[in-house]
């Protein structure tokens, strides 16, 4: 993750987020947005959209539904007009070209198979539309279908096949053309849990066989966002909320609503922060000194919120212990390999996760909590979005 | 709630299948008992015989007759296919305002009587129609220079346009049922509208157009209204020469041998569209 760096600090004023990543790969096509908006009669859906995925990276859109992600992919493909801004494709403006000159793969949700064509007919289409000889066709349709593990499966119609086997096909389908962008919507949303996180191992796959494809992945998903992608951006409201590499993204949050997609993390109210050794400040929570990485350089004095994540509490045996925060248990819940306990301090409800206790705290009982400054970062916080 | 589904239903007074009798008996004398009379009737007066068949098939009259209305039956069916095909295709793919209404327009269509239509045309195209009376006024013309009407062509040109609608509604209901995200698919994949046409929307539309095309073929097969109201004088289909033989010449044993003529021919395209429609199966259910 080390190309990631450049990007991982956010913009707390009101500008918008600009998203752009750093290397410029030999081979691939990135995908540009440059300023895009996007509106249905008087409703903006994309505002003033702007981010980069560089040639053979993967970068996750992630946001809640109906932030704006699936037309944000609609607009590289071409099935919505941006009403300002361009978008790119390579070198290209493609902003006013027609779809099927855009030399995209696409996957929906839905798989959207061609349900009287056969396998092998669904995945020759691209191919078939774009004029590739017949001895083409013959050799590339079962490369494709080999790729995505279904090479048995080429004279069956759509409906004989299970979800997650659709989905492969439309894998294949999208890349048998061999694009230079693949745009997955949601892809894997209709499978159950189990095959989503198989077929999630195969994408990353897919992605180390096919290393030059540049890939724009639309999920409400962070766990397939984080599994997959380089960068992931994260939008709300038709506006890119925050973007960077996945795991500074995850590590220092840049904002509150950062924070609380991507991984749900706690954040505390905090005070008067003044700053330490290195990176490091301190800030009042209640009426404790707690110590927490300053990643985004937060002001001298100023307020803000300590990002904790569940995991990274531990018991410790008295709130004096530094950075430590004492609190009443509200409730206590086993899932076999965590227990999920939630407390109160500061008059905040906090969420924490630790391994399986053979005697886990009672519900009201007094617990203290550590954790440890350098996995905790400060937050500003957010005035833009209450 | 339990009980009641192991107990299962009341025990019945009259057997279920009785319930078959009342649609049967009104079947009968509505139906098969005119139908059993025109048959009679079409062997003759005395003994039954076949004479009056051998002496009408054979006859020019009939012939020509047979020939008008399976030539006009089968243009003006493929004429609505490929009219109904491309309006409904705009309808359901190309979004301009007013779409809505333009399907609500057709629903109304086929409310109206067949010869509402034909009464226009005769306004429109006629020999004293809008059309001849201007062309006669500006170019100075004794004659009318438009007589396509009083032919073939005009009573096609009528049923088309009369049972056009017969197709579209099948196929705008199959339109709608096509996953948007497989056209766009298709048109990520390099597909111009023309091969999305022809290789997405064409098959999925196929149940409907052959569902809506043997309807139209049964329809314009009988169709009596609108050959009768263009009233061309060499276009005489089997039911205008039934009628003219039985209202107007007395001759009752022709026309009823013309009219079983025309049951056989009506039944066995019936027989033909159940089939298809059989053989499409669920993916027309509901549809046709
Ligand atoms: N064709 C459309 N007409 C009007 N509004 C739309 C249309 N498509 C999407 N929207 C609106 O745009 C917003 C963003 O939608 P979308 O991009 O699908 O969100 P997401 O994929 O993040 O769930 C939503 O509020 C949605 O209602
Ligand atoms: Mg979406």
């Known amino acids: 993750m080390a190309e990631a760096t450049v ?16 290397a410029a790969a030999a081979s691939g096509s990135r995908i540009g947005f440059e300023d895009v908006s996007v509106t249905y009669g008087s409703l903006t859906v994309l505002h003033s959209f702007t981010l980069t995925v560089n040639p053979g990276e993967i970068v996750a859109l992630i946001g809640p539904s109906g932030s704006g992600k699936t037309t944000a992919l609609r607009a590289v493909a071409g099935f919505v007009k941006p009403s300002s801004g361009r978008i790119l494709i390579g070198d290209r403006d493609v902003t006013y070209l027609a779809p099927y000159d855009r030399k995209i793969g696409m996957v929906v949700q839905n798989y959207a198979l061609f349900p009287h064509m056969r396998v092998d007919e669904n995945v020759a289409f691209g191919l078939r539309a774009h004029g590739a000889a017949e001895d083409v066709i013959r050799k590339r349709v079962p490369e494709c279908l080999a790729m995505v593990g279904m090479a048995a499966y080429g004279k069956r119609y759509p409906r004989e096949l299970s979800g997650g086997q659709q989905q492969r096909v439309a894998i294949a389908r999208a890349l048998a053309p061999r694009p230079q962008v693949l745009l997955l919507d949601e892809p894997l949303s209709a499978l159950d849990a189990q095959i989503r996180r198989s077929m999630l191992d195969e994408l990353a796959k897919l992605h180390r066989d096919l290393p030059n494809l540049t890939v724009l992945y639309v999920t409400h998903d962070q766990t397939e ?11 709300r409201d038709g506006r890119l909320q925050a973007f960077g590499g996945a795991q500074s993204l995850f590590r220092h949050p840049p904002n509150r609503f950062a924070a609380e997609f991507l991984g749900r993390a706690n954040l505390l109210p905090a005070s008067d922060l003044q700053p330490g050794e290195g990176d490091r400040a301190h800030v009042r929570f209640g009426g404790t000194v707690l110590s927490a990485r300053n990643h985004h350089r937060l002001p001298k004095g100023s307020d803000c919120l300590v990002c904790v994540r569940p995991h990274d509490f531990r018991f410790t045996r008295t709130a004096t212990e530094p950075n430590s925060i004492g609190g009443t248990v509200v409730s206590v819940q086993w899932q076999g390999d965590v227990h999920n306990i939630t407390f109160e301090a500061g008059g905040q409800t906090v969420r924490m996760t630790s391994t399986p206790m053979a005697s886990p705290p ?3 009982e007094a617990i203290a909590v550590h954790f440890d400054p350098d996995e905790v970062t400060l937050v500003p916080e957010d005035a833009r979005h209450g | 709630m339990a009980e009641a589904a192991i107990a299962g239903p009341a025990p019945r007074t009259a057997p279920q299948s009785l319930w ?33 068949f051998e002496q009408v098939l054979k006859s020019g009259q009939f012939i020509d007759g047979l020939y008008h209305t399976v030539v006009i039956a089968i243009s003006a069916t493929a004429g609505c296919l490929v009219l109904g095909f491309i309006l409904a295709l705009v309808i359901a793919f190309v979004p301009f305002p007013g779409a809505r209404l333009a399907s609500r327009l057709i629903d109304t269509v086929i409310a109206l009587p067949t010869f509402l239509v034909t009464l226009a045309f005769t306004f429109i195209y006629g020999s004293a129609g809008i059309i001849n009376e201007t062309l006669m006024h500006v170019l100075g013309l004794e004659l009318p220079p438009i007589n396509f009407l009083y032919s073939q062509w005009g009573v096609i040109l009528a049923e088309v346009t009369v049972y056009t609608p017969f197709v579209m509604r099948p ?24 091969r999305i046409v022809r290789r997405i929307i064409l098959p999925a539309a196929l149940p409907a157009l052959v569902a809506g095309g043997s309807l139209c073929l049964l329809l314009t097969v009988n169709e009596f209204g609108i050959v009768l109201f263009i009233g061309a004088k060499d276009v005489i289909t089997l039911p205008l020469l039934i009628y003219s033989k039985a209202i107007q010449e007395f001759d009752y044993t022709t ?21 298809v429609v059989a053989h499409f199966g669920g993916k027309s259910a509901g549809v046709v």
């Open chain 2, 171 to 194: 196929l705008l209901a199959t339109f709608s049922l096509i996953d948007q995200a497989q056209i766009e698919v298709a048109s990520s994949l390099g597909a111009r509208p023309a």
């Open chain 2, 255 to 275: 026309a009823c041998v013309i009219a079983v003529v025309n049951v056989v021919l009506s039944l066995g395209l019936y027989t033909l569209y159940r089939i």
């Open chain 2, 20 to 52: 078959v009798v009342p649609p049967l008996l009104v079947l009968a004398v509505l139906f098969l008992y005119p139908l059993a009379l025109i048959a009679r009737a079409s062997l003759g007066e005395e003994a039954p015989s076949f004479a009056a």
């Open chain 1, 225 to 235: 966002a984080l599994t997959l992608a380089n960068h992931i951006g994260i939008m």
């Open chain 1, 362 to 364: 009672a519900i009201g």
């Open chain 1, 7 to 22: 990007m991982e600090r956010m913009p707390a004023s009101s500008k918008p987020v600009v998203a752009s990543a750093s």
